[in-house]
């Protein structure tokens, strides 16, 4: 059997990812997919512990379909977003989204 | 327990205000696209008040289903305090989206009455599924009204830059809570707080850190320092009610999740979160009142001012390790205080910014002489967030202050106090400006609306009466015995 640290270490590195992405990438549509990356990390991390964590119960899987849908919501109202956006600026770079600083 | 088994009546007023919301979505499409409908703002106050009435009445002595969703003393005047909020919120936007005519207002509405829905949720779920359902039916719902103009560049960057960084929050508190699960089994609140003690034991490194990712995701939401970089850039970009909205209510949920998290799941391991908790609510308290003193725009100034308010707020939480209800108290003192300075001054900045198209701090010059009952109702409101006497907000922070100094922190209690006097400052720049500037040449004197004149009179009413008599409303909580379950 597959030690669980093997899956806990993939979920910590997806996050990282996703975390770097967010905080470096210009693209705007790459930020979000990097904003599901860290969501999907959680996922790898609640279905490890639901099927082989010290406590495995099928709660873990339940909360991880309720991650998805919402990550689901949250990226469909995002786009819309980044419609109205890139039709207001006709840019989605991140750089040339200075309009509100302090 | 079967599902069948459990009280679903307790789930009334939540399913009523779904109901009421959904109506509302309905009416609103089968009656045109573009037309002024003023009577969708007056059933969603309406759908608001019943939701309280049900709230009120209906629960009785509380109870739970199946330890998913509580009902119990805090959050049921958590969802007053809530619900009463977003009734003022829509009050002041029904006369902002008059004057705005490419906002679809049903949408507006009914967005604005499901984040409610999820703001109650937040405040009454013990579990970590419904807990996240509810601030993500908050935060969705906030992310598409902050971008509500959408033909405005500003907004929509606002938004754009609310939904990253809350998509990104979320993230966080999602990988705090996967880790505590994996360690015990469960995403039962309670259940957690059970296994705690003996898991810290043996994972303290584990447990720290799912906190600390579980604080960082928290501490964005109530936009604590150094998580509140997005709370200006939103505030100013959003339409003025959603400002308000946020200000108020979004705050609010989010500090009630906080209290229920780690007063039940992380209570037995107080010591190590009190003094992180200290070390926020002091840099909130500085960096919010010492960068306020240099904005120029309204909405900004008061994101600022708003930060500087959590930070107040963060303060019983870290007195908190042997003075449990007592700080519940005072923080539910200080939330109904906040909301009335707030939803206050939000409805006289939201008309005012709006009569003269501009959010410099000098629209307001003037405000005496064109409209003094607003003049002197802002000053009160702005009086009561500086914290000085006979304001709801000077027994606010007494309280917190107090509470500080027996709690033996008495470095925060200073740093609450010197803070403070530095917002007198940025207070006082508005009463300058309304008081001591001739209004600009072309400014007519300003009709208050009756919608907004209701709101700013309650408000106004009530700021008073707490603040001459705070025993109306601190005797009846010295009562509760038990907060939460």
Same mark, same amino acid.
């Given at each position: 059997m597959v030690s669980i640290t093997l899956f806990l270490a993939l979920g910590a590195i997806l996050f990282c990812i996703g975390l770097y992405g967010v905080l470096t990438r210009r693209h705007l549509v790459i930020v979000l997919a990097c904003v599901e990356l860290m969501l999907n990390a959680v996922n790898i991390n609640l279905v490890a512990f639901s099927s082989?964590?010290?406590?495995?119960?099928?709660t873990g899987q339940v909360f991880t379909l309720f991650v998805i849908s919402v990550a689901a919501a949250e990226v469909a109202v995002g786009l819309a977003i980044l419609i109205a956006l890139y039709r207001n600026r006709d840019s989605i770079d991140v750089i040339k989204h200075d309009l509100l600083r302090w | 327990m079967s599902a069948f088994d459990a009280n679903w009546s307790l789930m009334t007023p939540e399913i009523v205000l779904a109901a009421l919301a959904l109506l509302i979505f309905t009416i609103d499409f089968m009656t045109g696209i573009r037309e002024k409908k003023p009577y969708l703002g007056r059933l969603s106050i309406l759908a608001l008040l019943v939701s309280a009435f049900l709230v009120l009445f209906?629960?009785?002595e509380g109870g739970a289903i199946a330890d998913i969703f509580i009902v119990d003393t805090f959050s049921t005047v958590f969802k007053i305090i809530l619900l009463l909020a977003v009734a003022m919120v829509i009050a002041i936007s029904m006369h902002y989206l008059d004057k705005n005519d490419? $906002?679809?207002q049903g949408e507006f509405y009914s967005l604005m009455l499901f984040a409610t829905l999820g703001a109650m949720l937040m405040v009454s779920s013990a579990d970590f599924v419904t807990l996240f359902i509810g601030l993500e039916l908050l935060s969705i719902s906030s992310y598409c009204l902050a971008g509500f +103009? +959408? !033909?405005?560049r500003k907004s929509t960057e606002a938004a754009i830059k609310y939904i990253i960084l809350g998509g990104t929050a979320s993230a966080f508190i999602l990988y705090g809570m996967s880790f505590l699960y994996g360690l015990? #089994?469960?995403?039962s609140v309670v259940e957690i707080g059970k296994s705690i003690p003996a898991l810290y034991a043996d994972y303290p490194y584990i447990i720290t850190m799912s906190m600390l990712f579980m604080l960082a995701g928290f501490g964005f939401k109530i936009s604590a $320092?150094?998580? !509140?970089?997005?709370a200006p850039d939103v505030y100013e970009g959003s339409p003025t009610p959603v400002t308000a909205f946020l200000s108020v209510v979004s705050k609010l949920a989010a500090f009630a999740l906080v209290i229920r998290v780690f007063f039940v799941a992380f209570w037995s391991i107080s010591e190590e979160w009190t003094f992180l908790f200290a070390t926020i609510a002091a840099l909130t308290m500085i960096s919010g009142n010492f960068i306020a003193?240099?904005?120029?725009n309204v909405k900004r100034l008061m994101a600022y001012s708003g930060i500087a308010q959590a930070g107040y707020l963060l303060v019983p939480l870290a007195v908190s390790a042997n003075y449990a209800p007592m700080a519940v108290n005072t923080i539910v003192f200080y939330s109904v205080a906040y909301v009335l300075m707030t939803a206050g001054a939000f409805a006289v900045i939201s008309y005012v910014t709006e009569e003269s198209h501009s959010e410099e701090m000098?629209?307001?010059? #003037?405000l005496y002489r064109r409209s003094p009952f607003m003049a002197i109702a802002m000053t009160v409101f702005l009086v009561s967030l500086a914290g000085l006497p006979f304001t709801a907000g000077f027994v606010g922070k007494a309280q917190i202050f107090i509470g500080a100094v027996t709690g033996e922190l008495l470095w925060l209690a200073v740093i609450m106090i010197l803070t403070s006097i530095i917002s007198f400052y940025y207070y006082f720049g508005f009463i300058k400006q309304m008081y001591m500037r001739e209004p600009k040449a072309n400014d007519a004197n300003l009709k208050v609306p009756a919608g907004l004149s209701a709101v700013i009179t309650i408000a106004l009413a009530l700021t008073i009466i707490l603040g001459v008599l705070p025993g109306i409303l601190t005797n009846f909580f010295m009562e509760v015995s038990h907060w939460m379950f």
């Open positions: 082989i964590g010290p406590f495995a119960n099928v | 209906m629960n009785g490419d $906002v679809y +103009k +959408k !033909h405005q015990t #089994g469960t995403t $320092v150094p998580f !509140h970089m997005w003193l240099t904005q120029k000098n629209s307001f010059a #003037g």
